[in-house]
């Protein structure tokens, strides 16, 4: 595939899910301001009355994220097209379902394309290595990733810090569910620990990670 | 600061980062659908999980992705925001009336030899047996279908859609039905039971939660009560998590009264105990 830079325009862009990436400039909008989070919750709305050129403005925000969470779990690029194809449907579908008092819109499609990179990975565990490159430190940094937003990349640093915050044991077993795509019986089996360890671990991990990225409870 | 069991908000974790197999998360949901507060606990914890999705560096799509995907919708029908319990007919995949094994198999107990037909009851012998059912007042709660929706759809109902087993495609069906409407009700010991019925489909579900696991040689028993009539609608068994989900046997007609008791593995032509619950459904 070619690898495009992003249009990076940091006065625009003023939340860390501001989603200020274009990887390609040549279809996106006349809009000069990417979208905002609130652009986000928006644009779903409009989405769900069967709005085209608003789904397209929400591509552009959501897909290369979404590209990346999935691709992060399947390593192949290829597949990974293919989920994420079959979650935008999904989202179109199902837009009128989102309610923006329960969580913001791109937690909500990056939800969806989590759960079906790991229905997918699951399938065709064989086809795949599953041992690599599943810890935050690890978050793909390939040649071809689109060149992140200063907001991204503060993002992307407020996560690592906060995943810094769990206990050695709880991170791994977040990660090996969350990136990996394994179950935590999985988890259990894989580190020769006793199920219920691995439950206690997922849950302390995932309350002190959203107590340290400051979501409310 | 919860009323959640400590492995309820184990099981919500899992469930938030995936970490759950579909087994276990079909299970979770069908808990997660009866509790505002557990869809609350999860809802938060998808917010942390969100942010370690988006905390992946973006990658750009092939450029004929975005092509691929705009020139579908026009042929990809959306779901009306209103109806909601299109929104699950939709997704709800067809059930094959031969699938619908008798409930005891599906619950993995013993099959029993034949289900009886239902006997007609006369003089005292049923005067006792329909005291039974009301000897114990139980808090019922009778919605219309437009709540049934609220009640199964929020945000999960993108979860109940692509529903594990047969008892819950069929429960995907009845809560989608026009007509369906759901009563709960207490059972002895602490556990919940919805009844979720629609008179148009002929079917009710039972939805259980945190009923209690039985000897080996015994089994949880279904009935369709109306007037003199108790008809055997299915046995089953549950693990020992206490959730489970299983359509009744037989036609359900409204107005019908639905009652659980403990019979013997094999099953009992007639109940022979005191019900631990019964559910009244209000007549069409």
Known sequence: ?217 | MSSLSNEQLETAAAYALGALDADEAAEFELVLALSPELQREVESLREATGMLGAATAPVAPSPGLKQSVMAQLAATPQLPREDAGAQLAAHAAPVDPAQLAPAHTLAGAEPATEIPAPIPMSGLAADKARMRWFARPATIVAAAAAAVVLFFAGAFAADLVRPSSVNQQVLAQVVAAPDATVASSEVAGGATASLVSSESLGLSVMVFDGLATLSDDEAYALWYITGDQISPAGLFTVDADGQTVQVLEGEFVAGTIVGVTVEPASGSPQPTSDPIVAIVTESA
């Open chain 1, 1 to 217: 595939m070619t690898r495009v830079l992003s249009d990076y325009a940091p006065e625009a862009a003023t939340t860390w899910n501001a989603g200020a990436v274009h990887p390609e400039p040549e279809v996106a909008t006349d809009d000069a301001t990417p979208p905002t989070a609130d652009e986000a919750t928006a644009l779903l709305t409009r989405v769900a009355t069967g709005d085209q050129r608003a789904f397209s403005d929400l591509y552009d925000l959501i897909a290369p994220r979404m590209l990346g969470l999935v691709r992060h779990v399947l390593k192949d690029h290829a597949q990974s097209e293919e989920v994420v194809q079959e979650v935008l449907l999904e989202v179109w579908q199902t837009a009128s379902r989102f309610d923006p008092n329960k969580g913001k819109a791109v937690t909500w499609m990056l939800t969806m394309a989590h759960r079906r990179a790991i229905d997918r990975v699951r399938s065709a565990q064989a086809s795949r290595d599953r041992d690599t490159k599943i810890g935050i430190r690890d978050l793909g940094r390939d040649v071809d990733t689109v060149s992140e937003t200063v907001e991204i990349s503060i993002e992307h640093k407020r996560v690592e810090k906060a995943m810094a915050r769990l206990s050695d044991l709880q991170r791994q077993a977040v990660e090996l569910a969350y990136y990996g795509g394994y179950t935590q019986s999985e988890v259990a089996e894989m580190l020769n620990i006793p199920l219920g360890t691995v439950k206690t671990r997922l849950r302390d991990g995932l309350i002190r990670l959203r107590t340290e990225l400051g979501v409310a409870s």
